[in-house]
């Protein structure tokens, strides 16, 4: 289920559009405005600390640290920073391919000259095209390779996370605990395993002699324990790249976010991990984070993680102590939910601190004819007559719309935009099970991840 607050608004018209002599010249009314939006801004920038450590035990892990990124080159009030963590199988080509693709084809996805509240609302959207587009360049690499992918864009204190597979990244604000990822495991959801049988996969344990069955739930053909990554063309299509997205808004208090693999995960909880690095600054913290995991397990998988610090006081990393250690049912009573109503106004209060950590958005549906049909103002946004994939022009009468196969009442019509490209409507098919790209294998055989 989706969900949108006031925080994010709606269309404000981006940039201005007019071009003088040579093209080369800003109207004055769009430098005032920058002025304005820088101003207005600065209060939203707290000071942003990161550090990493790794600890290798296949090589196979990798990740992206961009704390100075710019939408608009030269402006330095549009800055966003990027954090990535790829935790490759079956060999590092999809770990590599995603680290190097994935921020760029988000940044594409994205309309241009969009103000700041409307590039954060067309974010969810533009990161669901990157993943899928990410995952559709690399198979043609034809290259059988997997990763997780747990990626962050932060924003002033307005957070983004898209994730596919079993990194994860949490965040500690206001003295509480906020996950802001879920494992795409069989193990750890029925509605996946249901997904995918239905997409034509088969969901098991691995078969020994005498028939019993021992292990993780796996994906056959291929054996993978996830079932969203990308890449792996040798299990099937139904393991699909679409990302679970979170985005909130932080307190000026700010908070701690830890980003890591599993070989962190699979060793410590989110409590463990933030409690064994409170009141270190975060390179120090990533390192003890990794080393602790080691220590409990052993080093059995590669061990990465990425501690980033926000807030307004340079030097002060410590955080305060969690007043409690809530679990799931917990969690959703963390964030302040909005009513519809409360999304009609988004005057100068879009500039007002929370209370606390505010929940914009959330989806982890699985099929693109939801996540890439944003509802209005955001659906303006985005130029009808581009594939919402890939980004490549259609002509009035090329594009597919992503409702051509629905059968759900309601407005939707198959001539309703956003539309696709011939093959990315193929690979949205594939990804549904509408036809068959991967052979059958045993799962007498060996497991990928």
């Not at 954090?83 to 080509?93: L, M, Q």
């Not at 095209?129 to 995952?135: L, R, W």
């Not at 830890?258 to 270190?280: F, H, P, Y």
């Not at 963390?334 to 009513?339: S, V």
């Amino acid at each position: 289920m989706s969900t949108r607050s006031k925080s994010v608004p709606g269309s404000l018209g981006g940039g201005g559009g007019g071009s003088a002599a040579g093209g080369s010249a800003v109207p004055l009314a769009v430098l005032l405005r920058r002025e304005v939006v820088s101003e207005r801004t600065a209060a939203e920038r707290p000071d942003l600390q990161h550090g990493f450590f790794n600890q290798a035990k296949k090589g196979e892990d990798f990740f992206l640290l961009k704390p100075d990124c710019e939408r608009l080159p030269g402006v330095p009030s549009s800055s966003f920073s990027a954090f990535g963590i790829f935790d490759g199988h079956n060999g590092s080509g999809a770990a590599i391919y995603t680290k190097e693709n994935l921020l760029n084809n988000i940044l594409t996805a994205v309309p241009a000259d969009l103000n700041r509240e409307d590039w954060l609302a067309a974010l969810p959207r533009a990161m669901v095209a990157a993943f899928v587009k990410t995952d559709k360049d690399f198979q043609t690499k034809a290259r059988s390779s997997g990763t997780t992918v747990t990626f962050v864009i932060i924003d002033g204190l307005i957070v983004t996370v898209a994730s596919v597979g079993d990194s994860r990244c949490v965040l500690e604000a206001e003295g509480s605990i906020y996950h802001l990822s879920s494992d795409h495991r069989f193990d750890a959801s029925k509605e996946e395993v249901d997904r995918v049988t239905e997409a034509g996969g088969d969901v098991g344990r691995l078969n020994v002699v005498g028939g019993a069955e021992i292990g993780p739930l796996r994906c056959w053909p291929g054996g993978l324990c996830l079932s969203r990554s990308i890449g792996d063309q040798d299990v099937g299509e139904f393991i699909v790249p679409v990302p679970l997205i979170k985005q909130v808004k932080l307190s000026t208090a700010g908070g701690r976010l830890i980003i890591a693999s599993d070989g962190v995960w699979d060793a410590l909880t989110a409590e463990q991990s933030l409690n064994c690095s409170r009141g270190l600054p975060p390179e120090a913290a990533a390192e003890h984070i990794v080393k602790e995991a080691v220590h409990s397990k052993g080093l059995r998988d590669d061990t990465t993680c990425i501690v980033v610090d926000l807030g307004h006081e340079k030097g002060n990393p410590a955080m305060p102590a969690p007043k409690k250690q809530p679990g799931m049912g917990v969690f959703k009573n963390m964030f302040r939910k909005k009513t519809s109503s409360d999304s009609s106004c988004h005057s100068d209060r879009e500039y007002m601190d929370p209370d606390v950590v505010e929940e914009i958005f959330e989806d982890g549906c699985a099929f693109l004819s939801r996540r890439l049909d944003s509802e209005y103002p955001v659906r303006n946004m985005f130029k009808l007559f581009i594939c919402a994939i890939c980004q490549v022009e259609l002509k009035p009468n090329q594009g597919i719309s992503v409702h051509e196969d629905s059968s759900q009442p309601g407005n939707l019509r198959r001539w309703d935009g956003p539309f696709l490209c011939q093959s990315c409507q193929e690979k949205k098919e594939a990804m549904e099970g509408k036809h068959r790209s991967r052979d059958s294998s045993s799962r007498n055989s060996g497991s990928s991840e």
